[in-house]
């Protein structure tokens, strides 16, 4: 998996984005993007189609847990 693992202390919103969108610590967007088909996964927002609640940080995603529009897998996601 692509990325650094953190703590959901790390992903609070920070004061200059807009409201609801997380950003790392060194600013980036939380998003993580589907390479296959471009679905873009925000923790905050959860996933209704896998009923993923929101608040959700993708590494806390169960290692099966696949693109809900395309099934890709984890590993083909980035961010």
Known sequence: M?????SAIDRKPSPSSPAGVARLPDGRLDLWVCTRCGYTYDGNAGEPVSQTAPGTPFEA????WHCPHC???KEYFFH
Do not use: S
Request: glycine share 8%; proline share 8%.
């Open 2 to 6: 692509i990325g650094v693992v953190m």
């Open 61 to 64: 995603l169960p290692d099966d």
């Open 71 to 73: 099934t890709a897998e």
